[in-house]
T-cell receptor
Framework: SQTIHQWPATLVQPVGSPLSLECTVE??????LYWYRQAAGRGLQLLFY??????ISSEVPQNLSASRPQDRQFILSSKKLLLSDSGFYLC??????????FGPGTRLTVT | AQSVTQLGSHVSVSEGALVLLRCNYS??????LFWYVQYPNQGLQLLLK??????LVKGINGFEAEFKKSETSFHLTKPSAHMSDAAEYFC??????????????FGKGTLLTVNP
C-alpha cells in the first residue's frame, strides 16, 4: 500500500530564515505531487504541483519554491521566510488524476 | 473553470441526529467530486468520491453523498452523528481534462460540531 510522509511535523522559524520541508511517497511510481498551504480560516491553497521529476508548476507568486529531485520526493523551500508564510503545509499525491491522498502536514510558525 | 461552494462554514448537530453538509459545484464538463475530512492538526482523509458511476456514493464512517446534476449538488449526509464525527469537512471538484495534469478545487470547508 502507499504511504506519504512529511517532515518535520512542526517548525518554528524566525523571519528571514530559510525553509525546507520534505515530502516522500512510498509504494507507487511516477505520482503527481502537490503542495498546499492552509492558513487559519482560509481553506486550502494550491502552491505547486509536479507531474514528473524536475517538472514544477507554480500556482501562486510568492517567495516559496518547490523541487522534485527524485520520483517520489517533493521539497518546498524558501530563502527568506515572511510572517505571512505561517500555516499548515500539506503534501498530496495522485496517480490516476482523480482523488488525491494527503500527508500528515507540517505546522510552520514564523516568528 | 470549476468552483465549489460549501453552504455553512459551521454546522452544529446533536449526537444521534442527521448530519447534512451542503456542497454545490460548477464545472464546464462532467466533474469528479470528493468529500474529505480533516481532524485537528492532521492531513485530509478521503471520505468518498463520485467519478461518474452510481450517483449515490457510500463512503467510510457511515457517510454517503448523492450527485444531483440538475441541482449541481453533492451534499454529504450521515443518518446518525457520533461525537467522533466532529471535524472539518471539505468538498472538492476535479475537472478531468485529460493528460497527466489534474488539480482539485476545494470549498472553504464546513466545521461540524457534535453536541452530546
Amino acid at each position: 500500500s502507499q504511504t506519504i510522509h512529511q517532515w518535520p511535523a512542526t517548525l518554528v522559524q524566525p523571519v528571514g530564515s530559510p525553509l525546507s520541508l520534505e515530502c516522500t511517497v512510498e509504494g507507487t511510481s511516477n505520482p503527481n505531487l502537490y503542495w498546499y498551504r492552509q492558513a487559519a480560516g482560509r481553506g486550502l491553497q494550491l502552491l505547486f504541483y509536479s507531474v514528473g521529476i524536475g517538472q514544477i508548476s507554480s500556482e501562486v507568486p510568492q517567495n516559496l519554491s518547490a523541487s522534485r529531485p527524485q520520483d517520489r520526493q517533493f521539497i518546498l523551500s524558501s530563502k527568506k521566510l515572511l510572517l505571512s508564510d505561517s500555516g499548515f503545509y500539506l503534501c498530496a499525491w495522485s496517480l490516476n488524476g482523480a482523488e488525491q491522498y494527503f500527508g500528515p502536514g507540517t505546522r510552520l510558525t514564523v516568528t | 473553470a470549476q468552483s465549489v461552494t460549501q453552504l455553512g462554514s459551521h454546522v452544529s448537530v446533536s449526537e444521534g441526529a442527521l448530519v447534512l453538509l451542503r456542497c454545490n459545484y460548477s464545472s464546464s464538463v462532467p466533474p469528479y467530486l470528493f468529500w474529505y475530512v480533516q481532524y485537528p492538526n492532521q492531513g485530509l482523509q478521503l471520505l468518498l468520491k463520485y467519478t461518474s458511476a452510481a450517483t449515490l456514493v457510500k463512503g467510510i464512517n457511515g457517510f454517503e453523498a448523492e450527485f444531483k446534476k440538475s441541482e449541481t449538488s453533492f451534499h454529504l449526509t450521515k443518518p446518525s452523528a457520533h461525537m467522533s464525527d466532529a471535524a472539518e469537512y471539505f468538498c472538492a471538484v476535479n475537472q478531468n481534462s485529460g493528460g497527466s495534469n489534474y488539480k482539485l478545487t476545494f470549498g472553504k470547508g464546513t466545521l461540524l460540531t457534535v453536541n452530546p
